[in-house]
């Protein structure tokens, strides 16, 4: 009883910001809990966990595009690159270089050279791109897509069309749970800050946004290489997942399936991100009886979007508890706030 009354007496005493961040925290611990327990608890079928995990890892890649098309206001088309070159070298150390006893042990270290190998390749793609205005950034995109497809297909040590295997199962759905939370938390906490608005001012008007003193070019540059990193850390965890990859896992029709859950879910969206990346990966499951036409969903979906709906679901709009505490003190209780 007496821990029963100091435990009430500092929920008492405790603000309210502080009490929302315990709250939020508990529910982090209690994610992590559940995805450690519920695999091998029996109680869903190992389908469903699988599907999941395709949730979680569409849920990266669906972060990491939007920073790019939805904060920035740049339309790259060909991260699905980024993705196979973060899988392959998060592949070949495991399959190739490491003791394959102590892959599990290293596997974030992994996905994180996958990731950061990714990032590498992102700043070959940005530097040049980023020196001109317009469209160019998407022109360049497609064409890095493609060129990694044909370098991927060329190269015989890597099993070449034929795809590359032997990776050990690392990919579990603790570690998606985990680097979902992860990649939310650094880009909710990115886009709230000083940088998050520098680049969201270049999204509104990049000549105003230099009259400003804000460093456009750089921005830009850091933007893009941030998400080529968490698209190629998803690309690990991916090729962990199904033990096996191939060129053709990661063509233009996979980024097409990006843009169709960034735009799907609302740009410049955290939370729209979150849901887009579901809906769409549960819609794709239950469309597996089309066969090969339910391939034709996305793309005909992304163009649907543009026309009817070309903010998405949550455009522009946050969920509450990922807005800082400042932007919805006073509110009342809605759950979305609309861009200002």
């Known amino acids: 009883m007496h821990f ?6 500092f929920w008492l005493m405790t603000t309210s910001d502080t009490k929302k961040k ?8 209690l994610l992590l809990a559940v995805a450690w327990v519920l695999p091998d608890s029996g109680l869903l079928n190992p389908y469903v966990v699988q599907i999941m995990m395709y949730v979680g890892i569409n849920m990266i890649l669906t972060l990491s595009l ?3 098309n939805g904060y920035m206001g740049e339309f790259s088309v060909g991260h699905a690159g980024f993705m196979g070159i973060g899988a392959y070298v998060a592949s070949i150390l495991t399959v190739a270089v490491l003791p394959r006893s102590w892959s ?9 050279t996958g990731g950061l190998a990714a990032a590498a390749a992102g700043l070959i793609v940005a530097y040049p791109s980023f020196r001109t205005r317009g469209d160019y950034l998407a022109i360049v995109t497609l064409a890095f897509n493609m060129i990694v497809k044909s370098v991927l297909e060329n190269i015989d040590a890597l099993g070449g069309p034929r795809g590359y295997l032997g990776m050990p199962r690392l990919t579990n759905l603790f570690w998606v749970a985990a680097w979902v939370l992860i990649t939310l938390t650094a880009l909710r906490n990115l886009v709230h800050s000083n940088f998050g608005r520098g680049i969201m001012a270049i999204r509104e008007d990049e000549m105003a946004a230099n009259l400003t003193s804000v460093d456009t070019r750089r921005l830009k540059l850091y933007a893009f290489l941030i998400s080529a990193f968490f698209t190629g850390l998803a690309g690990g965890l991916y090729a962990h997942l199904l033990q096996f990859i191939n060129p053709r896992s990661f063509s233009i029709l996979k980024s097409t399936d990006m843009l169709v859950m960034v735009y799907l879910g609302g740009v410049g969206s955290l939370t729209g991100s979150l849901l887009g990346a579901a809906i769409f990966t549960v819609l794709m499951e239950l469309l597996r009886f089309l066969g090969i036409w339910r391939w034709v969903v996305g793309p ?4 649907l979007l543009m026309i009817f709906r070309p903010q998405g679901l949550m455009g522009f709009k946050e969920a509450r508890w990922l807005r800082p505490a400042a932007l919805f003190a006073g509110e009342g209780e809605s759950v979305v706030d609309d861009k200002q």
């Open 104 to 112: 599990p042990w290293l596997f974030p270290g992994v996905l994180l």
């Open 66 to 68: 939007n920073l790019v």
């Open 300 to 303: 005909l979906l992304l163009v």
């Open 22 to 29: 315990l709250l939020i925290w508990l529910g982090v611990a």
């Open 4 to 9: 029963r009354e100091r435990v009430t007496n």
